[in-house]
């Protein structure tokens, strides 16, 4: 297990020898130490990354995409060892993690592939002395930020498509799961990635993200996480008009009509939101429900929560894993019971315990909060947590309109056997993404991404290049 900063194709602790402990968030057990490096070695990352960009951007892109199609065959190889290493620091069920990382070799692969397909235009001029041409360039050097929830796939969407365009990158992985990122770097030099293109770093990310900012050879920032934190990076990224992508918080609403199939509903329902113990961004934090449906939906959503088992990730048989940490389980906590002193009640779960002894206290049931109200804090704040607070609702434009009353706009889910609701409910949703009868719509070739506060710009799909890319025109006078 590698548990060190990879900085020009060499493996370096930080320069005082400071550390900082990963821990398995279902025991506390400490996993690792790695280096608490902080704004010195960002500035060494960014300039092995500007020292291997020119050989790397001038690579045709068959050559960039048969190390990147490796790394996603050597991910896929290595499937069972990372997902238990992802499981150990980040606590989801090991079928997730092998999950994710099968979707994270995706997006590789899929970048590997679009590598090739980075097509200019020619445009008809309106002289006859001069020809329009469009170039599409790498950016530079990039830097992506990335959080803990999905320790591989976060890190390959951004890394993928910025090695494939003929960037040159520098990651920061989120402090409690960092050793994801390092096993993804060490793979990413047996596949034969140059020195230099890739390199990661952990530490005080104040400080390493400000260094990022300060240097003008960082062209471009793509971060996930929270939308706090993102909107202090746009006003960092002023500093040198740096281009940004920013995939921050969502408060997904999840819609069932009267004619939905309530049994799809409910699959869908816990696809979306008990994946990762509740802990992702397309999460739905509002389920509303039509008047007709309601009684099954919900007693059928509260018979299929009831036997899901609790325990650390690593048990086979465990669908709900731990929440990464105390402020995590405080935030839950707080939402629940602020749900219920404004006169929520509960219908499943509530509890937040230590299922067996030797694990933590941060393993929280799957919990159904009925009657809640604008009121609430979880009715506009993200939870990150298996609670699905459940409203009803009359009329199709009132469904619409409750949905749409958000700062967000990231994910959104409806259930409805009717094809003409499916489009009108479609186009009115205010969210990058929609899941019609589909509770899990992220695919590599999808493009991922919020509008409203939830974001800007979009990973995965042919979409994703574009952030990589720079437009130039050219234009050519001729006789
Ligand atoms: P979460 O709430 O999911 O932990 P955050 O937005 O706090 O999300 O963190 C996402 C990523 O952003 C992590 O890698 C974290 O270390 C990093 N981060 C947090 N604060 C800053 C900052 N001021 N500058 C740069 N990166 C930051």
Avoid at 203 to 209: F, K, L, M, V
Avoid at 234 to 244: I, K, P, Q, S, Y
Avoid at 340 to 362: D, V
Avoid at 425 to 444: F, K, R, W
Wanted: charged content about 20%; overall charge negative; proline content about 5%.
């Amino acid at each position: 297990m590698q548990t060190r900063n990879l900085i020009n194709g060499e493996w370096r602790d930080a320069p005082s020898g400071a550390t900082f402990d990963v821990t398995n968030p279902a025991t506390d057990e400490v996993i690792a130490k790695v280096p608490d490096g902080g704004a010195g070695q960002a500035v060494a990352a960014i300039a092995a990354a500007r020292a291997a960009l020119p050989s790397w951007r001038a690579l045709p892109a068959a050559e960039r995409a048969g190390p990147l199609a490796k790394l996603a065959s050597l991910m896929l190889a290595k499937q069972d060892e990372l997902a238990k290493l992802l499981t150990r620091e980040q606590g989801k069920p090991l079928a997730e993690a092998r999950g994710e990382i099968s979707y994270a070799a995706s997006f590789i692969s899929w970048a590997a592939e679009e590598a090739k397909r980075v097509y200019g235009e020619t445009v008809p001029a309106s002289r006859t002395d001069q020809r329009i041409l469009v170039l599409r360039q790498a950016v530079g050097v990039v830097a992506a930020i990335t959080p803990w929830n999905f320790p591989a796939a976060m890190i390959t969407r951004k890394l993928g498509p910025a090695l494939a365009a003929g960037c040159t990158i520098i990651v920061k992985p989120a402090e409690q799961t960092p050793l994801s990122a390092f096993a993804i770097g060490e793979l990413a030099l047996e596949a034969g990635i140059p020195a230099g293109v890739l390199n990661i770093i952990t530490g005080d990310s104040a400080a390493i993200g400000q260094a990022i900012f300060a240097d003008p050879t960082v062209r471009k920032v793509s971060f996930t996480g929270s939308t706090a934190v993102g909107q202090k990076l746009m006003v960092a990224a002023a500093n040198n008009v740096v281009r940004l992508s920013l995939e921050l918080g969502g408060h997904a609403p999840f819609l069932v009509f009267d004619d939905a199939d309530v049994d799809a509903a409910v699959i869908g329902a816990i696809k979306s939101k008990f994946r990762n113990a509740g802990q992702t961004c397309v999460c739905p934090n509002r389920f509303f429900v039509q008047d007709g449906i309601y009684d099954e939906f919900v007693a059928k959503l509260a018979a299929a929560l009831e036997p899901l088992r609790i325990g650390s990730g690593l048990d086979e048989g465990v669908s709900v894993g731990p929440l990464i940490d105390d402020d995590a389980v405080a935030k839950v906590r707080d939402h629940v019971d602020d749900a219920l002193s404004h006169g929520a009640t509960l219908r499943l779960g509530g509890k937040i315990f230590s299922p067996e002894s030797g694990l933590t206290e941060r393993f929280c049931q799957p919990t159904i909060l009925e009657g809640v109200n604008a009121s609430m804090k979880l009715n506009h704040e993200e939870t990150f947590g298996p609670v699905a607070p459940i409203r009803r609702f009359t009329h199709e434009a009132e469904a619409i309109e409750l949905a749409n009353d958000s700062p967000y706009g990231l994910a959104s889910y409806f259930y409805t056997r009717d094809n003409s609701r499916v489009w009108r409910v479609a186009e009115a949703l205010e969210y990058g993404i929609v899941g019609a009868n589909d509770g899990a719509p992220s695919t590599a070739q999808a493009p991922f991404g919020g509008v409203k506060m939830s974001g800007i710009g979009r990973e995965g799909g042919r979409y994703v290049m574009h952030e990589y890319l720079n437009i130039k025109y050219v234009s050519i006078g001729i006789d």
